[in-house]
């Protein structure tokens, strides 16, 4: 299993329940949707690094 950092997120009521219902339409949990938010955003905006070939992502 990989390593995940936990913390703690201070949201408007309003924007959970805009996020939760998305996540809902995408049929993925809200941690899920915020997770896959900001992998997008990081990639569009071109802050990822490209996975070396033979890399095993569990060990970062």
Do not use: C, H
Request: aromatic fraction near 10%; charge should be positive.
């Amino acid at each position: 299993m990989s390593k995940k950092k936990s913390f703690v997120l201070r949201i408007s009521p309003e924007t959970f329940k805009l996020i939760e219902k998305w996540a809902d339409d995408e049929f993925r949990s809200v941690n899920g949707q915020l997770e896959w938010m900001i992998y997008k955003s990081l990639k569009d905006a071109k802050r990822l690094k490209p996975a070396k070939k033979n890399e095993d992502p569990e060990k970062k």
